[in-house]
Nanobody, 116 residues
Framework: QVQLVESGGGLVQAGGSLRLSCAFS????????MGWYRQAPGKQRELVAT???????NYDDSVKGRFTISRDTPKNTVYLQMNGLKPEDTAVYYC??????????WGKGTLVTVSS
């Protein structure tokens, strides 16, 4: 059973930076496309960024140029480097593991709060 554990959230001022980490266990990391999603209060969960096992990335337009997703295969970890944070980035950030067979897993989330 795949398990995902996020860390790195917290409170930061606008313009600041945070790096989120997601530790993957329970299966073969390289078989999964990894992603970060977020859910702000009163809103639906939305895609932030994804990365394939080959390193191809995809970003929502709202974070392009500010956020960077990466993965470290030996450490079974995916990261989200967030720079130039804005109050509208405030949300619970969830790690996602997605396999081409349709299997999909979620972490429990980590809260990011950006103060103005």
């Amino acid at each position: 059973q795949v398990q995902l554990v996020e860390s790195g959230g917290g409170l930061v001022q606008a313009g600041g930076s945070l790096r989120l980490s997601c530790a993957f266990s329970g299966s073969i990391f390289s078989l999964y496309r990894m992603g970060w999603y977020r859910q702000a209060p009163g809103k639906q969960r939305e895609l932030v960024a994804t990365i394939t096992s080959g390193g191809s990335t995809n970003y929502d337009d709202s974070v392009k140029g500010r956020f960077t997703i990466s993965r470290d295969t030996p450490k079974n970890t995916v990261y989200l480097q967030m720079n130039g944070l804005k109050p509208e980035d405030t949300a619970v950030y969830y790690c996602n593991a997605n396999r081409d067979t349709g299997m999909r897993y979620w972490g429990k989330g980590t809260l990011v709060t950006v103060s103005s």
